[in-house]
């Protein structure tokens, strides 16, 4: 099946810094992609959509100037943290389907603990 | 949007038992149905999936679902399950219309010896 590479697998920052997790499709191309968060214990919650070449669709509730989605070829989507605190932390995810009629394939998923 | 509902929130087996975990989904348009697997601190690993033709599933690692419309269903089974088999499940489901898939609370399978 098709391989979505999620970068890095666990990020630990200070409150207030930045950091940007990385998705990858390797051997297809993705014009759509799908950030999510999960809570332990917890199913995963959309995010956002990332489209190649125009702005991410946010899920209600999630904050665009807070978790910033760059979608700028069609192999890569990076979701930035900004000013993280440590109420961002969390286990992040990212998806991409090669088409409707498939599956979606999913990152590694990232750790994400702010200090 | 599809809404999935899993009726299971824990289930603790023994090993070599059979297992099913329910879901159900609520939309009456063409469904596409899908089950993953989570380990801990890994990302979501297809088990089966449902497009269309035979009702019936047969998925990885001995897993099969059968898509039941006339009860918006789409259950999982295992006739034997392993202590590998430990992890989180989750149904999901989309639209043939739609990439967003919708997610189901998942089912922490617990299979001790």
């Known amino acids: 099946g098709a391989v979505v590479s999620q970068h890095p697998s666990r990020v630990i920052c200070k409150s207030g810094t930045s950091v940007k997790i990385e998705c990858r499709s390797l051997d297809f191309q993705a014009t759509t992609m799908f950030w999510y968060r999960q809570f332990p214990k917890q199913s995963l919650m959309l995010m956002a959509t990332s489209n190649e070449g125009s702005k991410a669709t946010y899920e209600q509730g999630v904050e665009k100037d807070k978790f910033l989605i760059n979608h700028a070829s069609l192999t890569l989507s990076t979701l930035t943290v900004t000013s993280a605190h440590p109420e961002d932390s969390s286990f992040y995810i990212c998806?991409?389907?090669?088409?409707?009629?498939?599956?979606?394939?999913f990152g590694q998923g990232t750790r994400l603990t702010v200090v | 949007a599809q809404s999935v509902t899993q009726l299971d929130s824990q289930v603790p087996v023994f090993e070599e038992a059979p297992v099913e975990l329910r879901c159900n989904y609520s939309?009456?348009?063409?469904?596409?149905l899908f089950w993953y697997v989570q380990y801990p601190n890994q990302g979501l690993q297809l088990l089966l999936k449902?497009?269309?033709?035979?009702?019936l599933v047969k998925g990885i690692n001995g897993f099969e679902a059968e898509f039941n419309k006339s009860q918006t269903s789409f259950h999982l089974r295992k006739p034997s399950v392993h202590i590998s088999d430990t992890a989180e499940y989750f149904c999901a489901a989309s639209s043939s219309e739609d990439y967003k898939l919708s997610f189901g609370a998942g089912t922490t399978v617990t299979v001790r010896a």
């Open positions: 939309s009456s348009v063409s469904v596409y």
């Open positions: 449902y497009l269309s033709g035979s009702t």
């Open positions: 998806s991409a389907r090669v088409d409707l009629n498939t599956e979606a394939f």
